[in-house]
């Protein structure tokens, strides 16, 4: 595989956001391969270890100056992904996911605080975006989480496994972004922001 420009090292109170390698291609295929994974996602169903490598590919050679793709390592083990794609016009897109047994523990808000706050600090970007399926609460839930606000619902905009669905746009502007969310990630001192 061929690999490129890897993403920096983020640290969390329970997480190691870092480079994908070729040797995660098992965990990948592992979380990936769980049915209810990709239920909302454009995703290959079932999810063979074949796809596992060929995306495990491209993760490795994307470009981090503009699209880091990170591995969410999580007691030293590959439970996820997050990334984030420098558009044109001030945006960054983000996006997620996390293995099954470790859903709704706040591990992919923890992830993607973390991330939102690489974008505004890394990056000269206005806006930082997320999108997903209005069926896929959980993942929207984290775009609140990270102080995204719902800015559009895209109406039969996708389907899924035959499902016909509707989509959500979160965003968060610059000015609207606290860096103090970053560093109660970071475990370090938070000031009352209250009143
Ligand atoms: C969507 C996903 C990333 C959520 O990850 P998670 O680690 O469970 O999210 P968190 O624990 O940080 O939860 C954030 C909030 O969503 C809630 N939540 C999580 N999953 C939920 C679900 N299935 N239904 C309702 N609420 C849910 C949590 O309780 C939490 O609520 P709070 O804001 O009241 O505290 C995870 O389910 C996943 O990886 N799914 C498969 C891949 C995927 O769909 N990725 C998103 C692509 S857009």
Known sequence: MKEAHQPPVLRTPRLVLRPFAPA????LHTY???????RYLPLPHPYTL????????????????????????HQGQVVGNIDAELEAMGRALIGWGIARPLWRR???SEAARAVVAWCFEAWPVRRVYATASARNVGSWRVMEQVGMRREAL???????????????VYGILRDEWTPTDHRADRGEHVRDLGG
């Open 106 to 108: 706040g591990l992919t």
């Open 32 to 38: 990936r391969s769980d049915p209810e994974w990709g």
């Open 24 to 27: 995660d291609l098992e965990a």
């Open 154 to 168: 895209l109406r039969g905009h996708r389907e899924e496994r035959g499902v016909v669905a509707d989509e959500v």
């Open 50 to 73: 074949a796809h596992a490598r060929t995306d495990l590919a491209e993760y490795v050679s994307l470009d981090a100056a503009t699209h880091p793709f990170w591995a969410i390592e």
